[in-house]
C-alpha cells in the first residue's frame, strides 16, 4: 500500500519547455489535489477533482492544466514553463466530505531556469 | 488575496518553553485543520475542529476553534525538539471540497 506517490521527485526545467507531473493514489479516494507551496506563501491550491472525468480550479490555476481520466490518478501539466512556476508541487487525496484527512504525497520540486 | 493568516511566521525557542500559533481569518469556516510538515516532506494532519469554542488535545499540544469559527489557536506544553518542523492551518467552507490553507508557521525547538 503505497498511499500517494508522486513522479517525478525533482525536475529542472527551462523556460517555454512543457511537462506532466503524475499523481498517483491506490486509497480508491474520490477527490484529489494539486498544491503549490512557495516559502512564506503556505500550500495554495491549483486545480481539484472530486471524481474521475471531473476537474476544477482552485486559487492559481493559470498556466496550469490537469487531467484525471482515471480514479487513481491525476496529472498536472505546464504547457510553457516560466520562472514563477518554480515551487514544490504536492498531490493530496481526500476519501470524501465525511472524512477527515487528506492525505499527501511527498512532493515534487521543480525548478525553471 | 491570502485568507488566512498565521501569526508568527517564524519561532525559535528553547526546549521546555512554551508557545502558541496563532490562525486568524475574516471568514467562517465549517471546519479548520492543523498540520505539520516536516522538511522534504509532506504535511501531516494533527488535529480537525469542526465547533465554534472547540478544545482539542493531543498529547502536549492544544488546539482551540474560536467561537465564531474564524480563528484558530495552536498552544504546545514544554515544547521538545522533535515538535521542530512547520505548522500549517487549514480552513473549508461549508459545502466546498477543498482546504485553504494559511501562510504557516516554522517553529524551531533548540536542546
Known amino acids: 500500500n503505497a498511499g500517494v506517490t508522486q513522479t517525478p521527485k525533482f525536475r529542472v526545467l527551462k523556460t517555454g519547455q512543457s511537462m506532466t507531473l503524475l499523481c498517483a493514489q491506490d486509497?480508491?479516494?474520490?477527490?484529489m489535489y494539486w498544491y503549490r507551496q512557495d516559502p512564506g506563501m503556505g500550500l495554495r491550491l491549483i486545480h481539484y477533482?472530486?471524481?474521475?472525468?471531473?476537474?476544477a480550479k482552485g486559487e492559481v490555476p493559470d498556466g496550469y492544466n490537469v487531467s484525471r481520466l482515471k480514479k487513481q490518478n491525476f496529472l498536472l501539466g505546464l504547457e510553457s514553463a516560466a520562472p514563477s512556476q518554480t515551487s514544490v508541487y504536492f498531490c493530496?487525496?481526500?476519501?470524501?466530505?465525511?472524512?477527515?484527512?487528506?492525505?499527501f504525497g511527498p512532493g515534487t520540486r521543480l525548478t525553471v531556469l | 488575496t491570502q485568507l488566512l493568516e498565521q501569526s508568527p511566521q517564524f519561532l525559535s525557542i528553547q526546549e521546555g518553553e512554551n508557545l502558541t500559533v496563532y490562525c486568524n481569518s475574516s471568514?467562517?469556516?465549517?471546519?479548520l485543520q492543523w498540520y505539520r510538515q516536516e522538511p522534504g516532506e509532506g504535511p501531516v494532519l494533527l488535529v480537525t475542529?469542526?465547533?465554534?469554542?472547540e478544545v482539542k488535545k493531543l498529547k502536549r499540544l492544544t488546539f482551540q476553534f474560536g467561537d465564531a469559527r474564524k480563528d484558530s489557536s495552536l498552544h504546545i506544553t514544554a515544547a521538545q525538539p522533535g515538535d521542530t518542523g512547520l505548522y500549517l492551518c487549514a480552513g473549508a467552507f461549508s459545502g466546498t471540497y477543498k482546504y485553504i490553507f494559511g501562510t504557516g508557521t516554522r517553529l524551531k525547538v533548540l536542546a
Open positions: 471568514s467562517v469556516f465549517s471546519s
Open positions: 477533482s472530486v471524481g474521475e472525468g471531473t476537474t
Open positions: 475542529v469542526v465547533t465554534g469554542g
Open positions: 486509497m480508491n479516494h474520490e477527490y
Open positions: 493530496a487525496t481526500w476519501r470524501d466530505t465525511g472524512s477527515d484527512t487528506q492525505y
